[in-house]
């Protein structure tokens, strides 16, 4: 294979494995923006802020994320990513998991 054909595999390779699979994903990381401002949170506690607040419930939903460990996985997935001007960042490691934060860029 030629140098740019490889490129282009690998580039096509990481977009597969990082950052958000489509609009949905998108549209979770603005309403978790929304919801948690600048403080850091966790997955487990997106989720369970979720059943209070509708239009993060409808965004989770709207993922297809049914459990903690989905949306942990999706949050992983799309760290350091630029989304409509919010990028998300890993704060801290405690005894509940990682703590994100959601910073403007």
Do not use: Y
């Not at 699979?21 to 850091?40: F, Q, T, V, W, Y």
């Amino acid at each position: 294979m030629e140098l740019a054909a490889l490129r282009d595999r690998v580039a096509v390779l990481e977009r597969w494995w990082r950052g958000p699979r489509d609009a949905a994903d998108e549209r979770l990381l603005i309403a978790i923006a929304a919801a948690a401002g600048s403080l850091p949170f966790t997955s487990r506690q997106v989720f369970a802020h979720a059943r209070t607040v509708p239009a993060l419930a409808a965004a989770v939903q709207d993922a297809d994320i049914g459990s903690v460990r989905e949306l942990g996985k999706l949050l992983r997935r799309v760290e350091g990513v630029c989304i409509d001007g919010l990028r998300l960042e890993r704060d801290d490691v405690v005894r509940g998991g990682i703590l994100w934060r959601i910073v403007r860029v």
